[in-house]
């Protein structure tokens, strides 16, 4: 069974830049297609990203394009969202997930495997 492992959260300023990372095992991570979610207290969660299971395909939310990277690394088994340019509006609770297929998705419904979340805080 796949299990994802979710870091690099924390507390940064507007306008500054975190990157998170999602580190996988027990399963060949490269037949996974991976995305990356949030949630805001009180509010659903949120599309931010996804990447095929290549890397040659990529998708983000609306609110974030632009300024987030997704991009991962099968040699490590690791997915990594790159965010600049930091919004208070991106504090959030930030999760990992994995699907048993090599495209990515922007629904949560599609998603196996999730990871524990990370917070990720803004302030203004």
């Known amino acids: 069974q796949l299990q994802l492992v979710v870091s690099g959260g924390g507390l940064v300023q507007a306008g500054a830049s975190l990157r998170l990372s999602c580190a996988a095992s027990?399963?060949?991570?490269?037949?996974?297609?991976m995305g990356w979610f949030r949630q805001a207290p009180g509010k659903e969660r949120e599309f931010v990203a996804t990447?095929?299971?290549?890397?040659?395909?990529?998708a983000y939310g609306d609110s974030v394009k632009g300024r987030f990277t997704i991009s991962r690394d099968n040699a490590k088994n690791t997915v990594f969202l790159q965010m600049y340019s930091l919004k208070p509006e991106d504090t959030a609770v930030y999760y990992c997930?994995?699907?048993?297929?090599?495209?990515?998705?922007?629904?949560?419904?599609?998603?196996?495997?999730w990871g524990q979340g990370t917070q990720v805080t803004v302030s203004s």
């Open positions: 027990g399963r060949t991570f490269s037949n996974y297609g």
């Open positions: 997930a994995a699907r048993s297929r090599s495209s990515g998705s922007i629904r949560t419904s599609d998603y196996d495997t």
């Open positions: 990447i095929s299971w290549s890397g040659g395909s990529t």
